[in-house]
């Protein structure tokens, strides 16, 4: 039998250890998992694109637990109703090859991706930030403002997205649960005062949604949506004149916005930072990026959290999905 | 809600149909996709390799349906009591990325198996062939037997196994099916007189379960152990003399028995001996092999023939692995 957590559960799971509580304890297992970087087993995701948008694989392993996450990511769903990203996720023991467990993804995709970008401001914004631009505020942004409070402790936010009703569900769901919410006309206006500037859009080509003109000194940019082939979000002097943090570089290379850039281009990679060997932010008045894509560690940090808090315990069913006959030379013997 | 099929329930399908039936219908499927091969995505499969096996993703699409399989294989497994081969298999829709099926794949990949090697053999064996050799009587033989008798009506079968007790398993499982079972003291006997020889051990070594010595003329080889890097079964010198059939060349390099082989050997995609462009069998002397690996689009035909014939009845469950809100936008708003 396998541990299996259904979408239901992964809800009562929320609702019962709370938001902020579920986010940093998965920010503290990426965390720790990224300061043993040099112990997993890495790889670019498996990518299957098709006109609409693409479908991936990550996996990655430790040697002790094998982890992968299937994802995809559609763009141009939101015309038929459909969600742009929907996922699941498995873990496996290396010593047998069983999987163990199998889980819903989509909303902990949402969870994790919000606890990374967290945890990597914790480490590169100023630590007098106190009001975060918002750009974008599709399906991640609720998860991303729920992070930067039980993290960083940012309650002020400055919103803008195309779409007004996106920017009305927004603040819908955040009321009254102790934000500051300021919508705003244009990003130029969303990222005014802000100390650090988290972009989330979806469009997949590349586009402009901050110009250098918007960029303040000792910002920190969270830049979120840059993250397939053709798919950037920056205007390249930007990157210009940044420190660029990435995850890992050569799935960064093929999907961040560092796409624009020569390969010779320094970065940093983030499993660095939280291992104390590199600094983080050196000054003041240095601007920041984290060139975020996802790395396939954060999907096996948050399954293990999960895995743990539902073991044994009614957040969890158990399904039949692994053929064990009783003699291990015998499989047609269970027909 | 996913369309899921356990292990209790592809048991239920087998009983329901018949096994010839089941893997008839999954020889068809094969055969059809192979001949549209060229209009498949293909990719070598993944392998995340530790000291006692490998797991392995299989994706594959053919830009309309991907599909992908997780399977490991751990010879070591039986000391623990453990399957050697487990695993599942996912379908998704292109267009939107979202997955639709989830099936267990460790009866169902015995049946691809089973089915492709028979399917392969119709094309490459003597018409006249009448009596197979199994050497190696495992988890595999039972479906290689059923598959070769559904397809080219094989009932003879002269069995060898350095377990003693596999064979017992094998005769006790297959008896007043229809067979005729010779027991052999070794491979040297069991080959003899043998239209066909399947091999099917799982040494995860190169070894040389058959010697040049043993191969009379006109026998089609069903090789089906030597699937992984370093794990191979048949003497090179067996290869030097016959033609080889492969599923896709850029995995079979890798994993088949033509890793003892230079780059430039000569060898035919079986694809296009399905397709008719090219000769299987060509002369009743000719020694043809077929150095099986098991190839993705193998296990993209077999669930979807499941999918269909599991589609709206109580061959399947609904499982809630996909987190779909009623505004696509608003995936926070479940929570």
Redesign the interface.
């Known amino acids: 039998m396998i541990q299996?957590v259904?979408?239901?559960n992964?809800?009562r799971l929320?609702?019962d250890r709370g938001?902020e509580s579920l986010i940093t304890d998965i920010a503290n297992a990426i965390e720790d998992d990224f300061i043993r970087w040099e112990e997993f087993?890495k790889?670019p995701r498996?990518p299957?694109h098709?006109d609409?948008?693409?479908?991936e694989?990550m996996?990655t392993?430790d040697?002790d637990t094998?982890g992968?996450k299937?994802v995809?990511?559609?763009p141009l769903?939101?015309e038929?109703?459909?969600?742009?990203v929907?996922g699941?996720g498995?873990l496996?023991d290396?010593?047998?090859?069983?999987?163990f467990f199998?889980c819903?993804m989509?909303?902990l995709t949402?969870l994790r991706t919000a606890a990374m970008s967290a945890l990597v401001a914790k480490h590169l914004a100023r630590d007098d930030s106190a009001i975060m631009a918002m750009i974008g505020t599709?399906?991640?942004?609720?998860?991303q403002a729920y992070a930067f409070k039980a993290l960083l402790g940012i309650k002020h936010l400055r919103i803008y997205d195309t779409?007004p009703?996106?920017m009305d569900?927004f603040e819908k769901?955040m009321e009254s649960h102790g934000f500051t919410i300021e919508r705003c006309t244009d990003t130029f206006e969303a990222v005014k005062r802000a100390d650090i500037i988290t972009t989330c859009t979806a469009d997949k080509k590349q586009a402009k949604i901050l110009t250098e003109n918007m960029i303040g000194q000792g910002v920190h940019i969270n830049a979120i949506g840059g993250d397939a082939p053709g798919k950037t979000e920056l205007e390249k002097s930007i990157l210009m004149k940044s420190d660029i943090f990435v995850e890992y570089p050569d799935q960064t290379w093929i999907e961040g916005e560092i796409q624009q850039l020569d390969k010779d281009h320094p970065m940093t990679e983030i499993w660095r930072v939280f291992d104390g060997q590199t600094e983080g932010r050196t000054s003041k008045g240095q601007i920041t990026i984290f060139d975020s894509v996802g790395f396939a560690i954060e999907d096996f940090s948050a399954l293990r959290v999960i895995q743990t808090l539902t073991e044994d315990n009614d957040f969890s069913e158990d399904?039949?999905?692994?053929?064990?006959?009783d003699?291990?030379?015998?499989?047609?013997?269970?027909?």
Chains 1, 2 share one sequence.
């Open positions: 299996y259904s979408v239901d992964i809800i929320i609702h938001i087993d790889q498996i299957a098709s609409r948008g693409v479908i694989l996996p392993s040697f094998y992968f299937y995809n990511g559609h769903n939101h038929l109703g459909k969600q742009t929907t699941f498995v496996a290396m010593e047998s090859g069983y999987p199998l819903e989509t909303i949402a599709g399906c991640q942004a609720e998860f779409d009703a996106a569900k769901n399904i039949n999905l692994l053929a064990l006959p003699n291990p030379k015998n499989l047609f013997g269970m027909i």
